[in-house]
Structures are given as C-alpha cells and as structure tokens.
C-alpha cells in the first residue's frame, strides 16, 4: 500500500469548485508511478529492455469529488497478476478517511517499438500483491455500440506524453466534453468506465460518438478505427 497527500489547485477545480475527473487521473498516474519506483518495477527499469507499462481499462466510482483547497489521499496498491495483466486498485480518502473515490485498473508491459505485449517482464522480479476486500472488481470490456456523431477535435501538442501518444489522462476530457455546462447544472458523473483499444497519436482527428442513453456509451474513433470506449453513469446533482 501506497499513500501520497495532495491539496485541490484553483487550476484543477470546474465551475462547481470541483477537481476534475482528469487532473485526478493525473495524480493518480503519477501516485502509480512513484509506488512502481519503489518497487522497481517503473518505467525507467523497463526500459532497459525497451518497454513500456500500457494501462488497459479503468473503473472508477464516485462517491463524491474533492472540492477546491481540500485536502485529500491517494492511495494504491497492486493486485494479483492475471497472466499478462497487471491490477492495480486506487482509493481517494479525505482528511477523515472517508472514501469518495475507489477505482480499479488493468495493465499491461508492452515493448516501446512494436507495441507487443511481453508475457512475463517481472521473472527476476519480487514484489507483493494483494487484492482488498474494498477494491472494485476488475474493469470490465465494453460491447455496446454508439452510433450519433457528437463531437470531432484535434489532438494537441500538448496532449503527448513521453511515449509518444495522448496522455490517457486527457481521454476523460474528451468524454466529458461532449456535454456542456447546462447538462453538468443538474448532472454529474456517478461511475465512469473506459476502455483503451487503440493508442492515438498526434496530430490526429477524433470523432467522437455517443448512443445518448444513462448510462452513456460514449466511443472515439481515429481514421474509422476504435481508439476508445467509455460508459458513464450520471446522476443527479
């Protein structure tokens, strides 16, 4: 178990004094990162053999999000490996210990170049793995289709990160993104589960669709292909 503390920024927070869902995915890849450091098993290991680590799917559920000047904890830790996906479980507490956010995730080491999955990256390696009773079920895939055209955008420069596609941080904003403010007055996002099929690269073109149903599949696609796939869950405010 992993544990870093943070403070809700004016730069992270929407218009309800919020943080949004992607600046905490933002802390939490990094939260992954700092553990996997420790554990040396982080990026900078694997790429002595030229891999990467690859996230697959993320589920997250919220109770509520931390609000501006709001202190809160990010914690994680690894589950049991199942073949070539690795688990791993986060929980966001505030000052209290109360829960209002507990996400799972599968991922994968794939080889920087080929992008090919490596069966067993950790032979040498020795590290501890346990699922809580407290941890979400593993993400599951999605198989619903989404046939209305909401959105197209650009990718950015600013969106890359150091392997070379979108930070998966910023596809949250891509999902959200498609409602405006009036639809958040008097909705919020509940659960959000989403699916990375195919990384993007920049500079590409996503068009992004929705079946506009609650829950909401919500797919984005680069040149006709699949790039992601989300369902959210909204509730009332």
């Given at each position: ?17 919020e943080i ?14 700092s553990h ?190 699949v790039s ?10």
């Amino acid at each position: 178990m992993y544990k870093e503390k943070f403070v809700v920024k004016k730069d992270e927070v929407d218009a309800f004094g919020e943080i949004r869902i992607s600046k905490l995915m933002w802390h939490m890849q990094n939260v992954a990162e700092s553990h996997a450091k420790k554990l040396k098993i982080d990026r900078d290991v694997l790429m002595k053999d030229n891999n990467i680590w690859v996230v697959v799917r993320y589920d997250m559920v919220i109770n509520r999000l931390p609000k501006l000047k709001e202190k809160y904890i990010i914690s994680t830790h690894p589950g049991e490996t199942k073949g070539f996906m690795f688990p791993r479980f986060f929980q966001v507490y505030d000052k209290h210990g109360n829960l209002l956010v507990n996400i799972s995730s599968t991922w994968v080491v794939v080889n920087f170049n080929t992008r090919r999955i490596i069966l067993r990256p950790f032979k040498d390696a020795s590290f501890t793995t346990k699922s809580e009773s407290f941890d979400l079920d593993m993400p599951l895939k999605i198989n619903e289709e989404a046939n209305y055209l909401v959105e197209k955008r650009s990718t950015k420069e600013s969106e890359l990160d150091m392997n070379i596609h979108i930070n998966n941080t910023f596809y949250y904003d891509y999902i959200l993104n498609t409602h405006d403010e009036a639809f958040y007055i008097d909705n919020k996002v509940k659960r959000i589960l989403l699916n990375y099929e195919k990384e993007i690269t920049h500079p590409s073109e996503i068009e992004i669709y929705s079946n506009k149903n609650n829950p909401e599949v919500i797919i984005g696609k680069v040149d006709g292909n699949v790039s992601f796939l989300s369902k959210v869950e909204f509730t009332k405010r």
